[in-house]
C-alpha cells in the first residue's frame, strides 16, 4: 500500500510540480504515511513551487504534524479564510496556501510577509514552528510572478544539495554565536592549513609545468596608445596634449586553449581568502538566509588550493575555522560553520577588521592571491561615533589595520572588498575601507542580489593573471615634460625634472581593462616630419610562474609634424575616456555637495554633466560608455532629489560608482537585478561567468541574465518625500 501511495503522490507531484518528501517508508520505517524532512538551515523553507507555466502551485508543509496521517489535500482549505487578510482561500485563484505544521493555513504571500522578520509563531493558535515559508527575493513581483525558495529541494540548489549530504555540524548549533564569540582562541593565527604535499595541488603544478612548456601560459599585456589627435602643425605648440595609454590583461590558459574549464581547477593562480561577516541582530531572518545561501555559493566554486577562513562578528568578533583548503573535507567543514550562524548583539567592524587581517598576516603558507571580503549590513556601534561625512578617510583611518593599508612599509597588500547591505549601512566608512585598502566598494540595495555580488567579486579574485604591475611613462623628445597622469585612485608618480613617470596598478583580473590619460605640452619642432612623445613600459609579475615580465617596448607614441594640418578629428578612445573622467570628477564633486546639505547644487552639478558629456564627439557617435554614463548621472540626480533619498540609498549608490570608475573595476550597484543594462563597462568574461553561474543555480535552470551594474541606470522607483 505504501508503495502504491508514493507512486500516486509522484505523479501529482509530476502533474502538479508539488515537492513530494521521502516517506518514512523509504528511509526504513514502517509507517508509510509519515512524511520525513530535515531542516539544514535557517535559511529557510518555503512552501510554493513555480511552475513552467509560471503558475505558482501547492506544496505541502515538511515536517510530521500530530494531527495529520498522511499529506493534506487542497479541498479543505477552499473553504476556509485566511487568518491574517480574512479572505477566502481558493487553490488555483493565482495563490499559493501554506498549510503550517499546526494544521492552520494561510495565503503564502500574507504569512511570508508576516514571518519574514523572524517571527516562528503561528497567529492564530500561538504554536511555535520549526519551518516557516520564505520568498525568494528573486521574484518577479512586478509581473506577478513569485518566485520560491525552496531549501529543501535538492535539485534545485547546489548549496542545500551539499547540506543534505553532510553530517550534522560538530559545533552545538543551539548554543549562540556570541557564547562561541567568547571560548578561548589562539593568540596567532599560524594554524593555516599547509599548501605543501598534497596531491591536488601537485597535480595542478605539474599540469601548470606543462602548459608553460607547451607554450599555453598566461600571455603578456596588450598595450595600445592613442594620440589625442594624429597631428600637430610645426610652427605651433599644443598645450595639454592628451595620451591614451590602454591596457588589457592576458587570457586564462584555459581560454587560451579555446575551452572553459572549472574554475576550481589551478590554471590560474590559487586565493587565500577571508570572509568576514556580520551576524548582528539586524540581519536576522532573510539576510542570515541569503548570506548563508551566497557564502555556500563561494565555498562551492573554490578549488583545492585556494582557501577559506570565515570570522562571523556581532558585538565581538570570532574565527569560526582557520585558513582551510576547499577540498571536499574543507568545504564540508565550511559549510557546516556557516549554517551554524545565528544573529544578535551589536555591530564591531573595527575588531572584525583586525581579525581578519590577522588571519592572513599570521599564515604560515601563502598563496599568491589574497584578499578580504566585508559585508555588513548597519553601522559600527563600537568604535564610530559619527557616521558619514565629507571626510571618511580621516574618520574611519583607525578602523583598518596598518598592516593592509594601501602602499604601507611592510609591503603587504590585502584588498578588502566591502559589501554594504541594505539601506542601514555606514556606506561611507565601507567605501573609506576599500579604498583605503585597494579593494572595491559595492551597494547591495535588494537582497536578491547578495548572491550574484559575491559571485562577480570571486569572478574576479579566481581569475588574476597580472601582479605587482608597474606602467613608466618616458618621454623621448628632449624639450617634452609630463604635465599630469591621470589613474584614479592608482598611486601616481613623476620624477622632479617631470621626464618620467609611473602608475602603480597592482593585480588584473583575466581580460581586464585599464586605460590612463597622460597629458604634456607639444613644443614648436621645425626639425622633423616626425615626432616621437613618450614610451611606455610594463613590469609586473606572473602569478603562476612567479616570473617578473618586463615589456620594455611596449609603446611609443608618435605625431606627425607638416607644415600645414587640416581639420583633425579627435581620437574617439580619447575622448570617451576623458567624458569617463569628468563624470568621475563630478560625481566626486556632487557628493561632497551633499553632504554639505546643498543638494540642489548637487543636482544643478550632475545636469550640467549630463550636459556636456552630450556635446562631445563620442556621444554624438553614440558612444555606449558616454550612453551609460548619461543614464548613470541621471540616477544619481533621482537619488538625490530629497534629504531621505539621499540618506537611504543617495549616498551608498554615488560612493559605489566612485569606487568603480576610480579603480576602473565592476561593483555591485544598487537593485542590480535590470536585465536591460546598456554596457558593463568594467566586468569582464569571468565575472559574467561566475554571475551566470550564480543564477542558474538560485533559479534551478537557466534563465536570462540579471546583469550587476558597473557603470549604468536603473530605472526610476517611487521615492520617499
Known amino acids: ?369 589574497c584578499s578580504i571580503i566585508l559585508l555588513s549590513d548597519g553601522q559600527d556601534t563600537y568604535t564610530v561615533s559619527s557616521p558619514g561625512g565629507i571626510h571618511p578617510r580621516t574618520d574611519y583611518q583607525s578602523l583598518l589595520p596598518i598592516s593592509i593599508r594601501r602602499n604601507n612599509a611592510a609591503g603587504l597588500h590585502i584588498p578588502v572588498h566591502t559589501f554594504g547591505f541594505g539601506a542601514d549601512h555606514d556606506a561611507a566608512l565601507m567605501h573609506s575601507i576599500s579604498e583605503v585598502s585597494g579593494g572595491t566598494f559595492s551597494f547591495i540595495e535588494a537582497e536578491n542580489v547578495i548572491q550574484d555580488a559575491f559571485a562577480q567579486c570571486i569572478g574576479g579574485l579566481l581569475s588574476v593573471v597580472v601582479q605587482e604591475l608597474n606602467v613608466t611613462i618616458e618621454c623621448v623628445h628632449q624639450s617634452l615634460q609630463l604635465g599630469s597622469i591621470k589613474a584614479g585612485s592608482y598611486k601616481t608618480s613623476m620624477m622632479t625634472d617631470a621626464r618620467m613617470g609611473s602608475i602603480d596598478v597592482g593585480d588584473l583580473y583575466a581580460e581586464e581593462e585599464r586605460d590612463f590619460l597622460v597629458t604634456m605640452n607639444i613644443p614648436v619642432d621645425e626639425s622633423s616630419n616626425v615626432m616621437s612623445l613618450v614610451k611606455v613600459r610594463c613590469l609586473y609579475r606572473d602569478p603562476i610562474t612567479k616570473e617578473m615580465v618586463n615589456l620594455n617596448e611596449a609603446g611609443e607614441v608618435t605625431i606627425k609634424r607638416p607644415e600645414v594640418v587640416g581639420q583633425l578629428l579627435v581620437s574617439m578612445e580619447v575622448d570617451r575616456q576623458r567624458n569617463r573622467l569628468h563624470a568621475a570628477e563630478t560625481m566626486a564633486e556632487a557628493r561632497v555637495a551633499a553632504e554639505d546639505g546643498d543638494l540642489a547644487g548637487a543636482v544643478s552639478l550632475l545636469e550640467s554633466c549630463r550636459r556636456v558629456l552630450s556635446e562631445t564627439p563620442s556621444a554624438q557617435a553614440g558612444d555606449r560608455l558616454c550612453v551609460a554614463l548619461s543614464a548613470e548621472l541621471k540616477e544619481m540626480q533621482e537619488r538625490m532629489g530629497n534629504r531621505r533619498a539621499y540618506e537611504e540609498t543617495g549616498r551608498a549608490y554615488v560612493l559605489s560608482g566612485l569606487s568603480s570608475h576610480s579603480w576602473q573595476r565592476a561593483t555591485a550597484r544598487g537593485d542590480s537585478t535590470d536585465s536591460t543594462s546598456l554596457l558593463q563597462s568594467y566586468q569582464t568574461p569571468s565575472m559574467v561567468d561566475m554571475v551566470t553561474r550564480s543564477q542558474t543555480i538560485l533559479l534551478g535552470n537557466p534563465s536570462p541574465r540579471r546583469t550587476l551594474s558597473s557603470v549604468k541606470s536603473f530605472p526610476a522607483k517611487a521615492r520617499p518625500h
Open 1 to 369: 500500500m505504501g508503495s502504491k501511495w508514493r507512486k500516486a503522490k509522484l505523479a501529482l507531484g509530476l502533474n502538479t510540480c508539488l515537492y513530494v518528501p521521502q516517506t518514512a517508508e523509504e528511509s526504513s520505517s514502517p509507517s508509510p504515511n509519515r512524511v520525513v524532512a530535515s531542516r539544514h538551515s535557517d535559511a529557510v523553507s518555503s512552501s510554493s513551487l513555480l511552475s513552467p507555466t509560471g503558475v505558482v502551485s501547492e506544496r505541502r508543509p515538511t515536517t510530521p504534524t500530530p494531527s495529520s496521517s498522511g499529506l493534506k489535500t487542497g479541498t479543505k482549505s477552499s473553504k476556509r479564510t485566511c487568518a491574517i487578510c480574512l479572505t477566502t482561500m481558493k487553490p488555483g485563484h493565482g495563490h499559493a496556501i501554506f498549510t503550517a505544521e499546526c494544521s492552520h493555513s494561510f495565503h503564502f504571500h500574507c504569512i511570508t510577509s508576516n514571518v519574514k522578520h523572524g517571527n516562528q509563531i503561528c497567529p492564530v493558535c500561538r504554536a511555535k514552528w520549526k519551518e516557516v515559508p520564505f520568498q525568494n527575493p528573486a521574484s518577479d513581483l512586478s509581473r506577478g510572478i513569485p518566485r520560491i525558495n525552496p531549501v529543501n529541494w535538492p535539485q534545485d540548489d547546489a548549496w542545500m544539495t551539499v547540506l543534505r549530504q553532510i553530517p550534522p555540524p560538530r559545533v552545538d548549533v543551539s548554543r549562540p554565536i556570541t557564547s562561541l564569540f567568547h571560548t578561548p582562541e589562539s593568540a596567532i593565527f599560524d594554524d593555516d592549513e599547509s599548501l605543501d604535499n598534497h596531491p591536488d595541488i601537485s597535480m595542478n603544478k605539474a599540469s601548470v609545468e606543462d602548459q608553460t612548456s607547451n607554450n599555453n601560459c598566461i600571455g603578456i599585456i596588450e598595450v595600445k596608445t592613442y594620440p589625442e589627435v594624429p597631428a600637430v602643425k610645426r610652427s605651433s605648440s599644443h598645450d595639454n596634449f592628451s595620451v591614451l595609454i590602454h591596457l588589457k590583461a592576458p587570457l586564462t590558459s584555459a581560454r587560451q586553449n579555446g575551452s572553459r574549464i572549472p574554475v576550481s581547477q589551478n590554471s590560474r593562480a590559487s586565493v587565500d581568502l577571508v570572509t568576514i561577516l556580520d551576524v548582528s541582530g539586524s540581519m536576522a531572518g532573510t539576510k542570515l538566509a541569503l548570506l548563508k545561501r551566497a557564502m555556500g555559493f563561494v565555498v562551492q566554486n573554490l578549488g583545492p588550493s585556494d582557501r577559506l577562513s570565515v570570522i562571523a562578528f556581532s558585538s565581538t568578533a570570532r574565527r569560526l575555522f582557520p585558513l582551510r583548503r576547499m577540498t571536499d573535507t574543507g568545504r564540508r567543514q565550511a559549510l557546516q560553520a556557516v549554517n551554524s550562524l545565528v544573529s544578535n548583539g551589536g555591530t564591531n567592524i573595527a575588531e572584525a577588521l583586525r581579525k581578519g587581517t590577522k588571519v592572513l598576516v599570521d599564515r604560515n603558507s601563502k598563496n599568491a592571491v
